[in-house]
């Protein structure tokens, strides 16, 4: 086997792994290779940190795949990955969901599904907010490396609205009882009646690249009782895709954290 030929075979196993987990024998039905072959591969990019061996005995995309797709093109991956799980959401909550990421000290949306209301929430897709005056940017706040949350603090928050919480030290705070309880509620901080939560996910080694969220008018988003169940499925969902990520079957967690809102 050729130089080239190695090459142009070892992108078309990491091709038919951009969908998802799999065996040997299905990546190698996959990409038309004798399994011989695709089972030589995959030894030579876990070797390189290309691919990851997931608890289940097959392969996924490892952690340098990840990190130069996010740098290439962050969440582009993601959004294809996560869309299912998005619609689930809608389904289920009825209100809008999406993915945001942090970017500079914002939160760029990447994409959002609607749902079916005759009232709806605008389309935030492509345009980026202040972080911390909504819910995926507290979440992706709450995890980020101290000098990325030092920084953001240090450069002035700006209100958005009357309900924005702009004290440093109270959103310190906040941000360390959003890591704790492993979700964010926001009420009418971005915008006047609009709410929002948001759950992080992260990557097979363990880190926060995005957050899942979903927003609604505030006369009917959160229905009155109903913010720990809506916060549960949320976080629910960003575990989902966290699995997806790292190759594991997506099982929801009956251990959620579970809290009414501030």
Known sequence: ?????????????LQALATGAAGVSDIAERVD?????????????????????TDSGGYALGELILDLSS??????????????????????LGEAAGLGVLDDG???????????????????TGESVAAHVVSSGLVLLASAPV????????GGLEPWTDHSVVDPAAV??????????????????????????????VNPAGTVI???????????????????????????????????LAGRDAVADESLHRAAPR
Request: hydrophobic content about 50%; charged content about 25%; proline content about 4%.
């Open 210 to 244: 995005a957050a899942v969220h979903v927003h609604g008018p505030s006369y009917r988003f959160p229905a009155v009782g109903e913010a720990a169940s809506i916060a549960a499925a949320v976080v629910a969902t960003g575990r989902r895709i966290s699995d997806r």
């Open 71 to 92: 740098a290439a093109a962050p969440g582009r991956n993601l959004i294809a990955l996560a869309r299912p799980y998005l619609a689930e959401l809608v389904d289920e």
């Open 1 to 13: 086997m050729s130089t080239v030929h190695s090459v142009e075979r070892a992108f078309a196993v």
């Open 106 to 124: 914002h939160v760029r949306y990447i994409d959002q599904v609607d749902g079916d209301h005759e009232v709806l929430v605008r389309d935030w």
């Open 147 to 154: 000098a990325v949350r030092r920084a953001v603090l240090a």
């Open 172 to 201: 310190e705070r906040r941000l360390a009882e959003v890591h704790r309880a492993g979700f964010a509620w926001v009420y009418e901080e971005m915008a006047e009646g609009l709410n929002s939560v948001a759950a992080p996910i």
């Open 33 to 53: 290779l004798p399994k011989s072959t695709v089972a030589r591969l995959l030894a030579t990019l876990v070797g390189v940190g290309a691919v990851d061996r």
